[in-house]
């Protein structure tokens, strides 16, 4: 069935990096812009960042540019997002997340479990 | 950065009960609205995109509205699985931004 699953959470000192996977099944992943969102404890949904379905074109929300790397490798059908120089605010659940359409970005109908990141010292 | 601003915050309401959860845009981002529903402990679901358009096996009770600034979800009668926290996207300019969110509790 379609479905999309993170890996890679943990705890973390603050400055530290942390590499996330997202491995999709089910559907052809080479045709699909992927995002990442998190979810701070207690708080509303953060959209993270958007890669296209080619790997051409990513973008990224204020608060993790130039911090945050996000990447795909098609031939593997898995997502990443690279984090570095972790601070305590990044703490929060972590979700892959498939657009539904190939070519524009209209919303997100495949979401993964989640996986949890926690900075702290 | 485009804002979005839900309202109302919170909304109590009784099985059955239609309601209206309206999202505004701080600048015009034309159809480019997605509508999600979450439920504690679960990853978000996507109820409607493109402003207006239900998702796949989405029940019928559930529409969107609107355009440029201002855009509504409508539950037309409250069954006791929609109580959740609802949340719109916009998806028209770089970063793509979320409202606040939409606590919906049983009264």
């Known amino acids: 069935q379609v479905q999309l699953v993170e890996s890679g959470g943990g705890v973390d000192q603050p400055g530290r990096s942390r590499r996330l996977s997202c491995k999709g099944a089910g559907f052809t992943f080479s045709t699909y812009g992927l995002h990442w969102v998190r979810q701070a404890p207690g708080k509303g949904l953060e959209w993270v960042a958007v890669?296209?379905?080619?790997?051409?074109?990513?973008y990224y929300a204020d608060s993790v540019k130039g911090r945050f790397t996000i990447a795909r490798d098609n031939s593997r059908n898995t997502l990443y997002l690279q984090m570095n120089s972790l601070r305590p605010e990044d703490t929060a659940v972590y979700y892959c997340?498939?657009?539904?359409?190939?070519?524009?970005?209209?919303?997100?109908?495949?979401w993964g479990q989640g996986t949890t990141v926690t900075v702290s010292s | 950065d485009i804002q979005l601003t839900q309202s109302p915050s919170f909304l109590s309401a009784s099985v059955g009960d239609r309601v209206t959860i309206t999202c505004r845009a701080s600048q015009d981002i034309t159809s480019y609205l997605a509508w999600y529903q979450e439920k504690p402990g679960k990853a978000p679901k996507l109820l409607i995109y493109a402003a207006s358009t239900l998702q796949s096996g989405v029940p019928s009770r559930f529409s969107g509205s609107g355009s440029g600034t201002e855009f509504t979800l409508t539950i037309s009668s409250l069954q006791p699985e929609d109580f959740a926290t609802y949340y719109c996207q916009q998806l028209n300019s770089y970063p793509f931004t979320f409202g606040q969110g939409t606590k919906l509790e049983i009264k």
């Open positions: 997340a498939r657009d539904v359409d190939g070519e524009n970005y209209y919303g997100m109908d495949v």
């Open positions: 890669i296209s379905y080619d790997a051409d074109r990513t």
